[in-house]
């Protein structure tokens, strides 16, 4: 089945710098990618998705990537701000077979000091 | 619209108890998803609910089970509870549950088995 690795675990950055937290998965089939941020004792919410038909996304500060040939894909966060201190998950889906199923990375903790 | 509901949001029950949790989706949507959070293996996907049938499985013992009801209101069941169960229990809820829809979670029920 589907396996979801991401890195780092934690990550710690200064307001205002970049922060990149990578993930790889290993079924090719794989065509959906959404990404999670987890507050502390809140739900996860969705904060930018990728499909496979396209190569880069962007929403004002955060922007995925995806390379289909290294099965990768990454979440990046421009100009950090405190509020962006949280757990995110990264998550892959597969067109047949799979509805309503994630398959989750093991999230990073993202830390952003003023 | 309301979000996705989780009823209740604690729980504290014994090994060998049984326990329901309760997920009331977003209004319209037809599909429910289940999940386990936990620290060491993050979110791990139980099952999908489409139409009152279940769709997806993930990897877990026969002692978890789910249903859901007409209205799309989905509830899971765990039986002979270990301690290993406890966990935060997060459900999704997306329109036809999809590979590519976006799932939005409900707050959870944390679960601590004693």
């Known amino acids: 089945g589907e396996n979801v690795e991401q890195h780092p675990s934690t990550l710690s950055v200064q307001e205002g710098d970049s922060a990149v937290i990578k993930c790889t998965y290993s079924?090719?089939?794989?065509?959906?990618f959404p990404w999670y941020k987890q507050e502390l004792g809140k739900r996860p919410q969705l904060i930018i998705d990728?499909?496979?038909?396209?190569g880069e996304k962007k929403d004002q500060r955060i922007a995925v990537t995806l390379n289909k040939t290294a099965k990768h894909f990454s979440l990046h966060i421009t100009e950090t701000q405190p509020e962006d201190s949280a757990v995110y998950f990264c998550?892959?889906?597969?067109?047949?077979?799979?509805?309503?199923?994630?398959?989750f990375g093991k999230g990073t903790k993202l830390s952003v000091k003023p | 619209k309301a979000g996705v509901t989780q009823t209740p949001r604690y729980l504290i029950k014994t090994r060998g108890q049984q326990v329901t949790l309760s997920c009331s989706p977003i209004?319209?949507?037809?599909?429910v998803s289940w999940y386990q959070q936990t620290p060491g293996q993050g979110l791990q996907f139980l099952f999908e609910?489409?139409?009152?049938?279940?769709?997806n499985k993930g990897n877990f013992p026969g002692r978890f089970s789910g249903r859901q009801f007409s209205n799309s209101r989905s509830e899971m069941n765990v039986s002979t509870l270990e301690l290993g169960d406890s966990a935060l229990y997060l459900c999704?809820?997306?329109?036809?549950?999809?590979?590519?829809?976006?799932?939005?979670f409900g707050p959870g029920t944390r679960l601590l088995v004693l």
């Open positions: 999704a809820s997306s329109w036809n549950g999809g590979n590519s829809e976006t799932q939005y």
């Open positions: 079924d090719s089939a794989s065509n959906y």
């Open positions: 209004s319209g949507h037809r599909s």
């Open positions: 990728i499909r496979s038909n396209v």
């Open positions: 609910y489409f139409s009152e049938t279940q769709r």
């Open positions: 998550a892959a889906s597969k067109p047949r077979g799979s509805q309503g199923n994630l398959i």
